[in-house]
């Protein structure tokens, strides 16, 4: 039937990696030879994923890749000042990226739907309490008490905070 919503897809479901839009735009003002300014903006839309939930919580199972991460967006920035001396070309440059310092959610937690937050520290409070007991008694081998706090707070799930360099080019 033309026209289907699932027309072209082998299944139905989306794969993780699908995206519906990707938005990127770049605008550059310069005077040749004197000075440069670019700027870079992204915007995509969330992928999917499968919410997945303790049966003691939620106990129903969900249809493959039926949620979606939350949408991200970036913009950096580039300012360059173009010098001559003694025959040699030189700049300076100020590069930002992620200019905005914009949290984007990379990866997501699917009993939450979020990076930084896992349902499990909420529901299964007694494995936390008895590993803080564990630690306390002095068992061997296990992580800082004070790493359980945020235990799923991992900075890895979310994109980088904003980078500032600022350098020097010569070119012979």
Same mark, same amino acid.
């Given at each position: 039937? &033309?026209?289907?919503?699932?027309?072209? #897809?082998?299944?139905? &479901?989306?794969?993780?990696?699908?995206?519906?839009?990707?938005?990127?735009?770049?605008?550059?003002?310069?005077?040749? *030879? *004197?000075?440069?300014?670019?700027?870079?903006?992204?915007? /995509?839309?969330?992928? %999917?994923?499968?919410?997945?939930?303790? !049966?003691?919580?939620?106990?129903?199972?969900?249809?493959? *890749?039926?949620? +979606?991460? @939350?949408?991200?967006?970036?913009?950096?920035?580039?300012?360059?000042? $173009?010098?001559?001396? !003694?025959?040699?070309?030189?700049?300076? $440059?100020? +590069?930002?990226?992620?200019?905005?310092?914009?949290?984007?959610?990379?990866?997501?937690?699917?009993?939450? =739907? #979020?990076?930084?937050? *896992?349902?499990?520290?909420?529901?299964?409070?007694?494995?936390?309490?008895?590993? /803080? /007991?564990?630690?306390?008694?002095?068992?061997?081998?296990?992580?800082?008490?004070?790493?359980?706090?945020?235990?799923? &707070?991992? %900075?890895? /799930?979310?994109?980088?905070?904003?980078?500032? @360099? $600022? =350098?020097?080019? &010569?070119?012979?």
């Amino acid at each position: 039937m &033309a026209g289907a919503p699932d027309e072209g #897809r082998l299944s139905g &479901a989306e794969l993780s990696f699908d995206r519906e839009h990707t938005l990127n735009a770049t605008l550059t003002l310069s005077q040749p *030879n *004197n000075w440069a300014v670019s700027t870079i903006g992204r915007f /995509r839309s969330g992928t %999917p994923y499968t919410p997945s939930f303790p !049966a003691s919580v939620v106990p129903i199972s969900f249809v493959q *890749n039926t949620a +979606r991460q @939350r949408t991200q967006w970036n913009v950096d920035l580039q300012a360059e000042k $173009f010098f001559s001396l !003694a025959g040699l070309s030189y700049s300076i $440059f100020l +590069r930002v990226e992620n200019l905005f310092d914009t949290e984007n959610e990379l990866f997501a937690y699917a009993n939450s =739907g #979020r990076a930084l937050f *896992n349902i499990e520290e909420t529901v299964n409070t007694t494995q936390f309490s008895d590993l /803080r /007991r564990r630690i306390d008694r002095g068992d061997p081998g296990l992580i800082p008490e004070s790493e359980l706090d945020n235990f799923y &707070a991992d %900075p890895s /799930r979310v994109s980088p905070p904003r980078l500032i @360099r $600022f =350098g020097v080019s &010569a070119t012979f």
